[in-house]
């Protein structure tokens, strides 16, 4: 990190667009927030001062001012993109349009600026495979609202350069931010992949009729999703064996793959992956103090179910 | 709900016996607790008072004595199941000692006491299928731990008779917990099918290069989890969209399917589905009040991060 103030410039004022704004302004970065369309701008600006109240109001925002002084809109390119170390696009998922966006960023942006793109759905190789600085071109995805959720993934098209991954990632991590770096292109990428799995086995269940819709959203909120909040499917499947990762998965191992291949999930997985994964949880929840963090474990379920049982109870 | 209080039988003092044991002495059922082996009750004997401990701690129970007193352990399965209504089974998954397990509870309990398995794996009706009572044996199967987690799936075999579904559906109703009612066997069921499908996509992803597992786990606590831990995935998606779920699913529809083909969900889902899933997350999140609702989102997102990183301060 220098100690300068980092410059960002966020192209398109739409729901995750003035998000970032607000998610890089949060980190500390002076951000412009570009947009054609002046109304979408006017609408923005007030978004984000709704917003900033919020996170100040919630404890999460020592200063709201500053935070609204670090953002600045424009209706010019030039201007917005001027000075940036970074520049995030988050304009509509039409290929044509991210198209012609990419080509006017690239032809304005001098060389040495990352450009990121929000495409949670296509894949950026398929709209910078032509430009001359298509180098520094690369997917920075997050989870929407980003100025809240802390995951963005980066992933690398086939002819990004190192560095631009490398300089993306330590400034979304010098911002506050949770990185995760995705080794090459896939349809979807990382999040919105283990998103849809669920989604669409969800959408089986109801359209067969094995359950209604308020079902699935209740397996998630009274269950699975109380754990994914703060342990991940890897660090949750540990903490359900007493020997952890390797017993929970090798344990019933036919009735694991048979499950996993009900599922639609046909990826051929070996003993060798599932000992990878288990070292890689050693490391921070070794299996010789597993009672202890069951018992954390279940006291943060706790205690977060008491904070949203206290969230209803004011609302 | 009679003003009686529920008798119940817990068979297995495993983590998910135990457990079980908690969450309906929690809900107000007199429990008792059964299991083959001395020790396991001994050992059960101590991780509840260590459960009631942690639940008194943190604000989650009134009074720890009087639960404590609610739980009677036994080596005795004629005086276990004495008097109760409803007989929870929480032996291994295994075929054999399941069948052994059914044969000595449907043997030994009146007719119209229900038989819960807490299997996850197994269907119940493997097991079940030759016992004159089967009518009233069904799933009742938690998610770990239960006496925090409050979904409950409920499924009858081919066999069990409609009674037997009510009357489990409301005790668990009338123990606080959540019962999602699953209409008919299937591999997994809704909870282990949603859990399985994520857990696939997510093995698949650091098989084959895409990332780490430390990735994996990041994407889902610092992103999706943070969300489902208080929306479901159909209530997610309705806010992700300012017109709710219908376009949020039917903007890029073509897209949507490309996806979730590719992680294996391969649901033939039509338009009558998507707009019977808009109606039901029409009722309690009108799109009408979209942007309130989007701002609750927020604000529990904020909340609850707030208390994680206080827990993280903490330990």
Redo the contacts between chains.
């Keep these: 990190m220098t100690s300068r103030t980092p410059r960002i410039a966020c192209i398109g004022a739409g729901?995750i667009g003035r998000s970032w704004a607000v998610a890089f302004a949060r980190g500390g970065a002076a951000v412009r927030l570009f947009d054609t369309v002046p109304a979408a701008l006017e609408r923005a600006r007030s978004a984000i001062e709704?917003?900033a109240t919020?996170?100040e109001q919630?404890?999460?925002l020592p200063d709201k001012q500053a935070l609204l002084d670090r953002i600045q809109v424009s209706t010019s390119l030039s201007e917005a993109i001027e000075g940036a170390c970074h520049i995030q696009e988050s304009v509509i998922?039409d290929l044509e349009v991210k198209r012609r966006v990419f080509r006017d960023l690239d032809a304005a942006a001098p060389d040495t600026v990352t450009i990121g793109s929000s495409s949670g759905?296509?894949p950026v190789s398929k709209f910078t495979d032509e430009l001359p600085g298509r180098g520094r071109c690369l997917l920075v995805h997050p989870?929407?609202?980003p100025h809240?959720?802390?995951?963005v993934?980066i992933c690398p098209t086939p002819w990004t350069d190192p560095w631009a991954v490398e300089s993306s990632t330590r400034l979304v991590e010098s911002l506050g931010m949770?990185p995760?770096?995705?080794?090459?292109e896939?349809?979807?990428y990382?999040?919105?992949?283990?998103?849809?799995?669920?989604?669409?086995?969800?959408?089986?269940?109801?359209?067969?009729?094995?359950?209604?819709?308020?079902?699935?959203?209740?397996?998630?909120?009274?269950?699975?999703?109380?754990?994914?909040?703060?342990?991940?499917?890897?660090?949750t499947?540990h903490l359900?064996a007493?020997q952890g990762y390797l017993q929970y998965m090798l344990t019933?191992e036919e009735?694991?793959r048979?499950?996993?291949t009900?599922?639609?999930?046909?990826?051929p997985?070996?003993h060798a992956?599932i000992e990878?994964?288990h070292r890689?949880?050693e490391a921070s929840l070794p299996v010789s103090a597993m009672p202890a963090h069951q018992?954390?474990r279940?006291?943060?379920?706790?205690?977060?179910?008491?904070?949203?049982q206290e969230?209803k109870g004011e609302?």
């Design positions: 729901n709704a917003t919020d996170l919630m404890g999460r998922d759905e296509l989870v929407n609202p809240i959720l802390r995951a993934e949770v995760l770096k995705v080794s090459r896939i349809n979807g990382v999040i919105n992949r283990l998103q849809y799995a669920l989604i669409g086995e969800a959408l089986h269940l109801v359209g067969a009729g094995y359950c209604e819709p308020a079902d699935i959203d209740a397996a998630l909120k009274h269950g699975l999703g109380l754990r994914w909040a703060f342990l991940g499917p890897f660090e499947s359900n007493s019933d009735g694991a048979r499950l996993m009900d599922v639609g999930a046909r990826y997985w070996n992956l990878k994964i890689y949880l018992r954390e279940d006291r943060t379920l706790m205690s977060l179910m008491q904070r949203l969230r609302s």
